[in-house]
C-alpha cells in the first residue's frame, strides 16, 4: 500500500467535517465533497492491488478525484460556506497530489 493511503484517509475526515458545514449552504456540493474525498483512498488501495494498466488507471482515478476535493473545499470557501481550509490539509493533498502525479502519468 502506498504511503500515502493514510495521509488520503486523513483528508477524508477533514473533508468529512467541512462536507457537514457546507451541507447547511449547498448539499449538492457537499455530497460531491464526500464522493470525491472517499474515491481517493478507495482507489489508491483498488490501485495496490492490480498490476500493469489497471493500476496506473486507478492512480489516475484517484489523482483526479484529488484535484475534485481540492476544488470543492476553493468553492466552498470562495462562496463563504467555509473559512479556508487549514494548512495541514492544503499540505496533505499537496503530497497527495505529488506523489499520484508521478504514478499516474
Known sequence: MLRIYSLAISIVADAGKAAV?????DRDLARQLRRAAASVPLNIA??????????????QTA???AYE?????????????IDAVSDRTKDG???VLATLTKLAT
Open 21 to 25: 458545514a457546507i451541507a447547511k449552504f
Open 46 to 59: 483498488e490501485g495496490a492491488g492490480v498490476s500493469g494498466g489497471n493500476r496506473r488507471v486507478r492512480y
Open 63 to 65: 489523482l483526479g478525484s
Open 69 to 81: 476535493v481540492r476544488a470543492c473545499l476553493d468553492v466552498a470557501a470562495a462562496l463563504g460556506y
Open 93 to 95: 493533498l499537496g503530497r
